[in-house]
């Protein structure tokens, strides 16, 4: 069964922390994504990576950095965390090819 | 620039009607199209994933269509039930060259099925 994990579920941090968001996958997939949605807006690509050490900036990369040593891990980093990353992130990954993709639970993060 | 809009961003109905939501998209450039579940403060259930060339997809008492060329796919729910109570996202993956990594993303149909 197609498992993607994220390692919290909630998360409360304070302005100016650095946060680190983890997904791993364990389907030997290449396409990794993190997304953030919000009311009204919908699901907003943040940055991508298509295979190891390889990333791509989405939608809205401003105040995120991401990490891809391994195949199967794809961290979020938030440098300095604000109250307007205050969100629910998803993570999501894809095999290779025009094929589906699978979520995370979700993690709810909270800055204050 | 691909666009998707689902419609209605809202819907309610009593337990056991069949009902359909929309999703349409501006561009028939695409791979496939993809339906999602999202339960309240949960992750994205993949639950039909339509290609370019195919023209349905079934599941249960889910189907789903695809009509490229007009920019339409409606997901049918058959004979519904409160635990299809959720908010059911479309997505998109274009084929254009420089931008099919990305799906591309309406803003849902929150459902609520009703005892």
């Known amino acids: 069964d197609v498992k993607v994990t994220q390692s919290s579920r909630y998360l409360v941090k304070r302005t100016g922390e650095k946060v680190f968001l983890e997904c791993v996958q364990d389907m030997d997939h290449e396409n990794m994504f993190w997304y953030r949605q919000d009311p009204g807006l919908g699901l907003r690509l943040i940055y991508f990576s298509y295979d190891v050490k390889m990333k791509e900036k989405g939608d809205i990369p401003e105040g995120y950095s991401v990490s891809r040593e391994k195949k199967e891990r794809f961290s979020l980093i938030l440098e300095s965390a604000s109250t307007n990353q205050t969100s629910m992130y998803l993570c999501a990954s894809r095999p290779q090819g025009i094929a589906e993709a699978f979520f995370g639970q979700g993690t709810r993060l909270t800055v204050v | 620039k691909q666009e998707v809009t689902q419609i209605p961003a809202a819907l309610s109905v009593p337990e056991g009607e069949n009902l359909v939501l929309n999703c349409s998209f501006t561009?028939?450039?695409?791979?496939?199209l993809q339906w999602f579940r999202q339960d309240p403060g949960k992750g994205l259930t993949s639950l039909l994933l339509i290609q370019s060339s195919q023209r349905e997809q079934t599941s249960g008492r889910l189907n789903a269509s695809l009509d490229k060329s007009s920019g339409r796919s409606t997901l049918y729910i058959a004979a519904s039930q409160p635990g299809d109570s959720a908010t059911y996202l479309c997505a998109v993956r274009p084929s254009n060259a420089g931008n099919n990594r990305k799906l591309i993303w309406g803003l849902g149909t929150s459902l609520a099925v009703n005892p």
């Open positions: 561009d028939s450039a695409i791979y496939n």
